[in-house]
């Protein structure tokens, strides 16, 4: 490799999440050590990755089928859809175990400063999803942020017209958490979330 591979490697990397300049510069200096070890099958992983992943049409998920294999399971419940964000929402909720229905990822958040607009999003294929007669209840589980309140906000109002049942996360005391530590904007909403003991 030439100086200016060795950098453009640096500076693809360098765009990951959670890497910068220098952890990219490391993380290069890393994979080029350990060629037949990491470099060759990460290569390897990632050109199956491109070739093979791709995104469900029903729900937005990343898999190697489309419908993908949550959509298809037929063990999930049809009648409850839980709408996030994004695909990391959705494979959070996955690990947790705690939800046993279809998902439907947003990707993303309104967000006028952005200029992320309702068309921008994936809203009008869940009202599509919400209108047909199996689904009873649309969770939304958008973040806690401005964005997100404001997108549940826009989905709630548009879900109006259908005949189904619209909830929301609540929101909280974590588990295990100590008042003393907590934020006054996460106190303030398990005041008001509050529920008989």
């Known amino acids: 490799m030439t100086t200016s591979e060795i950098e453009r490697l640096i500076s693809l990397l360098a765009k990951l999440p959670g890497l910068g ?5 490391r993380a ?11 470099l060759s099958p990460l290569v390897d992983a990632l050109t199956r990755a491109a070739d093979q992943i791709c995104t469900c049409s029903r729900c937005g998920n990343l898999d190697v089928e489309d419908p993908c294999s949550i959509c298809t399971d037929p063990r999930r419940k049809e009648q409850v859809i839980c709408v996030v964000e994004e695909i990391a929402d959705l494979w959070a909720l996955e ?3 705690a939800f046993r229905g279809r998902y439907h990822v947003l990707g993303g958040t309104l967000s006028a400063l952005d200029g992320i607009g309702p068309e921008d999003l994936h809203i009008t294929g869940l009202v599509e ?6 689904v009873e209840e649309v969770i939304l589980a958008t973040n806690a942020t401005v964005d997100g309140q404001a997108t549940a906000h826009y989905i709630a109002d548009r879900l109006g017209t259908c005949s189904v049942t619209v909830t929301r996360l609540a929101h909280g005391l974590p588990l295990g958490g100590e008042l003393d530590y907590l934020d006054d904007g996460t106190l303030t909403t398990a005041l008001k979330a509050r529920r008989p003991a």
């Open 21 to 25: 300049p220098r952890s990219a510069r």
């Open 28 to 38: 290069a200096l890393h994979l080029l050590k350990k060629k037949e070890s990491l």
């Open 129 to 134: 999803r919400a209108s047909g007669t199996q």
């Open 95 to 97: 690990r947790s175990g």
